[in-house]
Nanobody, 124 residues
Framework: QVRMVESGGGLVQAGDSLRLSCSAS????????MGWFRQAPGKEREFVAA????????YYADSVKGRFTISRDNAENTVHLQMNSLKPEDTAVYYC?????????????????WGQGTQVTVSS
């Protein structure tokens, strides 16, 4: 069992930055990869970014590449998502997720545990 709690969401204006954090517990943190997904109203949950257990490989959706940065602190059992140059279309509930086994980093079906989500709202 892996428990995750997201934080850092909020209401910002277009062009602003936010840093999301996800604190994990329950298993050895380095035994799993971590991902961020988001879900806007009326839309399916979509991949945002992922990072392997060591932090040596990262993956991004095209829509956020160059603006968002995923990182992890294995000593603190935490993964972060630094979001810069935010746009109104980034408005969504953001979820962190843990991937224990195999499967595509980009697919939500590959992730085994999910946090409760944190709301990010970007006004124009």
């Amino acid at each position: 069992q892996v428990r995750m709690v997201e934080s850092g969401g909020g209401l910002v204006q277009a062009g602003d930055s936010l840093r999301l954090s996800c604190s994990a517990s329950g298993r050895t943190f380095t035994s799993y990869s971590m991902g961020w997904f988001r879900q806007a109203p009326g839309k399916e949950r979509e991949f945002v970014a992922a990072i392997c257990w060591s932090g040596g490989s990262v993956y991004y959706a095209d829509s956020v590449k160059g603006r968002f940065t995923i990182s992890r602190d294995n000593a603190e059992n935490t993964v972060h998502l630094q979001m810069n140059s935010l746009k109104p279309e980034d408005t969504a509930v953001y979820y962190c997720a843990a991937r224990l086994y195999s499967g595509s980093y980009y697919s939500r079906e590959s992730y085994d545990y999910w946090g409760q989500g944190t709301q990010v709202t970007v006004s124009s």
